[in-house]
Nanobody, 122 residues
Framework: QERPLESGGGSVQAGGSLKLTCSVA????????MGWFRQAPGKGREAVAT????????WYPEAVEGRFTISRDKVKNMLYLDMRDLKPEDSALYYC???????????????WGQGTQVTVSP
């Protein structure tokens, strides 16, 4: 396992779009979760999108469902997060994480990237 590495953050105006990219090295042969998380100043880290290595089932919280899309590429060892219709409340440090059996359990993920900043202005 290698530490995930995120890229693609930046600053956009409300209503804009961004695509985050994460280089991952998961165990594709066994069913583990991987996902995207965010942490705004003064708040806890929360999951915004998760998927699995086998089957690719996805989950989103209500706050981002319909606006965020997680996808993975086994050949390129990449995890993506497409974000559209961004809102100021989406501003946060976004992390990619891998390797857990419990997709929505933030504390259970073993490998974390360093994060990439997303800032959405009104």
């Amino acid at each position: 396992q290698e530490r995930p590495l995120e890229s693609g953050g930046g600053s956009v105006q409300a209503g804009g779009s961004l695509k985050l990219t994460c280089s991952v090295a998961p165990d594709w042969d066994n069913n583990y979760c991987m996902g995207w998380f965010r942490q705004a100043p003064g708040k806890g880290r929360e999951a915004v999108a998760t998927t699995t290595t086998l089957g690719g089932s996805v989950w989103y919280p209500e706050a981002v469902e319909g606006r965020f899309t997680i996808s993975r590429d086994k050949v390129k060892n990449m995890l993506y997060l497409d974000m559209r219709d961004l809102k100021p409340e989406d501003s946060a440090l976004y992390y990619c994480a891998t390797h857990t059996r419990y997709c929505q359990d933030v504390g259970s993920y073993q490998y974390w990237g360093q994060g990439t900043q997303v800032t959405v202005s009104p």
